[in-house]
Nanobody, 124 residues
């Protein structure tokens, strides 16, 4: 069982930056690939970033590639999402997710554990 708690959301102006954190419980954090997803009002939850257990492999959709960076610290049981050059269309609730597999994935249904989400609002 893994419990995830996100933090770091907030209100930021267009072009600004935020760093989200996700703290995970459990002693086997290193056995999980991690991901970030987001959901805007009236839209489906969409993939934002994923990272393998070793940090050697990451993946992003085109909408955030070059602006967002996912990283993890297995010693601290924490995964991060650095978001730069934020745009109003990045406004959403951001969710951290854990997958009981060391390989990263962009598929929502492959993640077994989810955090409660943190709101990110980018003003125009």
């Amino acid at each position: 069982q893994v419990q995830l708690v996100e933090s770091g959301g907030g209100l930021v102006q267009t072009g600004g930056s935020l760093r989200l954190s996700c703290a995970a419980s459990g002693r086997t954090f290193g056995a999980y690939a991690m991901g970030w997803f987001r959901q805007a009002p009236g839209k489906e939850r969409e993939f934002v970033a994923t990272i393998s257990w070793s940090s050697r492999s990451t993946d992003y959709p085109g909408s955030v590639k070059g602006r967002f960076t996912i990283s993890r610290d297995n010693a601290k049981n924490t995964v991060y999402l650095q978001m730069n050059s934020l745009k109003p269309e990045d406004t959403a609730v951001y969710y951290c997710a854990a997958r009981a597999n060391r390989a990263p994935s962009s598929l929502r249904y492959e993640y077994q554990y989810w955090g409660q989400g943190t709101q990110v609002t980018v003003s125009a």
